[in-house]
Every structure is written in structure tokens, then in C-alpha cells.
């Protein structure tokens, strides 16, 4: 596991992973400067109802044709129906064909974009368990979002700025890891993975326009499903602040989200599935953190302050959500509870096969947490739990594959959204041409 020591790793086995946020302030200062030419480059927003209206007009391969079960007339017609019937197969190939999802967030939805934009190597264990080799994801597995996307019958979503073994065709993630809400804070905050956004649509419809083709066609646009995770590096950020101070700091937040939402609404979005943030205080980097006694520690033994920043956040949240349907037309937008989803899966661990809620898989120095905020996962596999034991925490911070399966499913339950809907209810109804 030495072989983190090599390359980028060396840089971040000694600031350890799970700082990657302080890794990107670092690399924020020249990057910053390129992003500030990019940034403001002309692309003006197209109004969601020319992408609409014009968006109606695209069906230039005819399925509808394909829907009426013609009697062919023998010979001539021959090659026609064999093209036809080769065009239905290659339509209803898998029911992920056509569905859309752009992501936006940090390293809980992170499907490799910081490892590939930063130049980090992110090594083994990572990986381990499901893809049996590093992708650039922090965690052993898949994150939630690759569950989201198989529950849609789609491949995993590809990293924006990813340049190899990239395909858009089923829609792109912008989530950074380390990245927050609030803009100048990180290279990577929301208001830039939305301008990331923005530039890719408008290449998109630029190609399309001069005939060429474009991995995402203009109707897919208003069709797509928009889904965020963001926010737990902005309340990482003020969890140094006296308490009241703390949540004095959540509403700017909460107003980046919402700006964010609008612009993306600005640019023909118009199905949200926006995620609440986590319970950070049973996480173990929070738990192995110093404390004077624990008076602060609820009954599963999570601190209760941090747990009710996050509560406070997620209300908020859900509360500008609220305000955002009364203004947003012709929308729909999902809040859904991460906290009671992350916080369940503590309390009612032994419900879904977890012995220790509260200790990190990845980790150093043992019981109770296993978390050394000097070591990083990569470093040495001492105290790395044996591969199938069921983890929470892969590296203190973040989930493990079977965790992050756990939470999806409840995810996709809409049990715990605000309305109660169903992801899957949002993906457009097939065409029924076969
Ligand atoms: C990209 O993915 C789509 C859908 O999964 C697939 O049909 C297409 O062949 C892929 N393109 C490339 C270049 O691999
Ligand atoms: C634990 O599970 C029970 C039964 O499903 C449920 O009522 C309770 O709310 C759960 N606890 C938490 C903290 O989610």
C-alpha cells in the first residue's frame, strides 16, 4: 500500500485524503487564474423556452414510424425494413438508453474528477471491493450517484473534466471532491461546476447547429434529471465557530444551492433531485477529533452539536426548496433527507449487518474509531478491515460500497424525499415504438 508514496500521492499521503479540500485551496491559486479567464467567456444562457419549444421539433429519426406495424410489401421495401428493424433494436437495447443525469457536488458523488484534474493518485486499498482497482472515487466501491445511475439502467456517470475513457453520452458529473457551496471558497464550488455545466451545454448545441454530432442531443436537456450533493465541506468549514455562530453561517449557503438551482432552471433544467447533507458528527474523523468530556455524544454516540448543524442545514434547505416550487414553473424539485437515511444507518446498524457504526474500515491506530487524521488510508493496511466485513465509514469521512448501496436504495425509496416521489418517475416514459 506503499505506493501511495509515489507521485501525487506523495504530496497527499502526508496531508492525508481526506484533506483533499485543503489540497484544492492549494492548486486554487493557479488554477484561479485560468479559471478567471474561462469563466468569463462569452456564452450567453439560453432561455429555457427556446430549448423547450425548439426541442420539440428534433425527432428527425422518425420512431414514429417505427410504432405502426406496416405490412410490407415484399422485395423493394426490403432493405428499408431490415434498417428499420436494426433501429428498433439498437433503440430498446437497455432501458438506461436516452436517460440524462447531470451531477453536481464533492467527494460523496465524486466518480474520479478530482484524481484526474488535480493529478492525484488516488491507490489501492481504494477500489477494492467493487471495481477490484482504484477509479479515483474515495471510497472502496461505488458512491451513491453510481447506484442512482444503475437504478436507471445507465452507465456510471463520467467525471467532466476526465480526459480518458470519457463518454457524456448518458450525461456528465461535475462533483469535485473537497468542493463547496460557497463560491472563491474551493476552484471547484458550485457556481463553477454550474458555469462547467452551462459551457458544455451551449458546445453541445453549437455542434448540433453546425451538423456535427454532440454526445447529449438539445431535447435531452429539459428531459434530464439534475441531481446535487453538496454542502458538507461548507459546514466543515464553520464547525470551528461557538454554535450559534455555526448556524448563522448555514443561510449563505443554503442561497449559493438555490442560486445555483435557478441557473441551472435559467438553462432549460427542470427536474431536481437535490440531496441534504449527512450526518457528519458519526463520522469517525469528527468522533477522534479532541474533546474535553462527553457530554456532547448522543445516545449512539455521535456528536450531538455537529449532528444538529447538519439538521439545521437540511431544513433549511428543504425550506428554500419549498419557496423555489413556488417560483420555478413547470418543475419538479426533490429534497431528499440524507441526515435521517446516514443517521438510521448508525442507530439501527445491527438491522443492516454493521457490527462498529462509528469505526473507520481504512483507518490507523485502532479502536474506538480507527482514525488518525495524520495517516491517510493509502498508507499502510494495519488496521484495514478484512474485505467483506460491513463498514460504515471506509476512511472516516467517507462511505464504503456496501454503505453507500444501503443508502441508495433508500434514496430511491422516496421514502425520505419531500414530495415523496420516486426517482425513477422522473426519467421520461419510453417512447412504446416496440
Ligand atoms: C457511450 O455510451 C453509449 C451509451 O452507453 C454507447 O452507446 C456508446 O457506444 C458509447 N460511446 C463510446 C465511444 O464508447
Ligand atoms: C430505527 O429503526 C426504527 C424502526 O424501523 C425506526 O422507527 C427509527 O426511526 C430508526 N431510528 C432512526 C434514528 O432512524
Not at 149 to 167: D, I, R
Not at 362 to 391: A, I, V
Request: aromatic share 8%.
Amino acid at each position: 500500500m506503499a505506493s501511495a508514496a509515489s507521485g501525487g500521492g506523495g504530496s497527499l499521503k502526508r496531508m492525508g485524503p481526506l484533506r483533499v479540500q485543503y489540497y484544492i485551496v492549494m492548486g486554487a491559486v493557479a488554477a484561479a487564474v485560468v479559471l478567471a479567464t474561462l469563466r468569463y467567456m462569452p456564452g450567453p444562457a439560453v432561455p429555457a423556452t427556446t430549448a423547450r419549444t425548439s426541442g420539440g421539433g428534433v425527432v428527425r429519426s422518425a420512431p414514429a414510424a417505427a410504432a405502426v406495424p406496416v405490412p410490407v410489401p415484399a422485395v423493394e421495401v426490403e432493405t428499408g425494413e431490415d434498417e428499420q428493424a436494426q433501429r428498433r433494436r439498437r433503440r430498446r437495447k437497455k432501458k438506461g438508453d436516452g436517460v440524462v443525469l447531470f451531477n453536481f457536488g464533492d467527494s460523496n458523488s465524486d466518480t474520479g474528477g478530482v484524481a484526474a484534474v488535480m493529478g492525484i493518485r488516488i491507490a489501492p486499498p481504494e477500489g477494492r471491493a467493487y471495481f477490484h482497482h482504484p477509479t479515483g472515487r474515495l471510497s472502496d466501491g461505488r458512491v451513491i450517484l453510481d447506484f442512482i445511475c444503475e437504478s436507471l439502467g445507465m452507465p456510471h456517470l463520467s467525471p467532466f473534466m476526465k480526459p480518458l475513457g470519457s463518454n457524456f453520452s448518458n450525461g456528465v458529473n461535475f462533483a469535485i471532491a473537497g468542493s463547496t457551496a460557497m463560491p472563491g471558497v474551493t476552484t471547484f464550488s458550485l457556481d463553477v461546476q454550474v458555469d462547467q455545466f452551462v459551457f458544455f451545454k451551449e458546445r453541445c448545441l453549437d455542434s448540433i447547429e453546425r451538423g456535427e454530432s454532440a454526445p447529449i442531443v438539445e431535447k435531452a436537456f429539459p428531459d434530464a434529471i439534475y441531481t446535487m450533493d453538496i454542502g458538507h465541506n461548507d459546514i466543515n468549514g464553520v464547525l470551528h465557530l461557538p454554535y450559534h455562530t455555526m448556524l448563522e453561517n448555514l443561510p449563505p449557503v443554503i442561497a449559493e444551492i438555490k442560486k445555483a438551482i435557478e441557473r441551472l432552471h435559467e438553462n432549460g433544467a427542470r427536474k431536481f433531485w437535490i440531496h441534504g447533507t449527512g450526518a457528519l458528527g458519526c463520522m469517525p474523523q469528527k468522533l477522534s477529533m479532541p474533546r474535553d468530556d462527553d457530554s456532547d455524544l448522543d445516545e449512539h454516540g455521535c456528536i450531538a452539536s455537529i449532528n444538529n448543524v447538519c439538521k439545521k442545514f437540511n431544513s433549511l434547505l428543504s425550506e428554500a426548496l419549498d419557496e423555489l416550487r413556488l417560483t420555478l414553473k413547470s418543475s419538479t424539485i426533490v429534497f431528499v433527507d440524507m441526515f435521517a437515511i446516514k443517521y438510521d444507518l448508525v442507530a439501527n446498524h445491527t438491522k443492516y449487518g454493521i457490527e462498529k457504526p462509528l469505526m473507520t474500515c481504512c483507518g490507523h491506530g485502532g479502536p474506538p474509531y480507527n482514525y488518525d487524521p495524520k495517516e491517510s488510508c493509502m498508507t499502510s493496511d494495519k488496521y484495514l478491515c478484512k474485505l467483506g466485513e460491513k463498514f460504515i465509514s471506509w476512511d472516516g469521512v467517507h462511505f464504503t460500497d456496501a454503505a453507500n448501496g444501503i443508502v441508495a436504495s433508500k434514496v430511491l425509496s422516496g421514502e425520505y424525499n419531500i414530495p415523496r416521489v420516486k426517482l425513477a418517475s422522473l426519467v421520461p416514459v419510453p417512447k412504446s415504438d416496440d
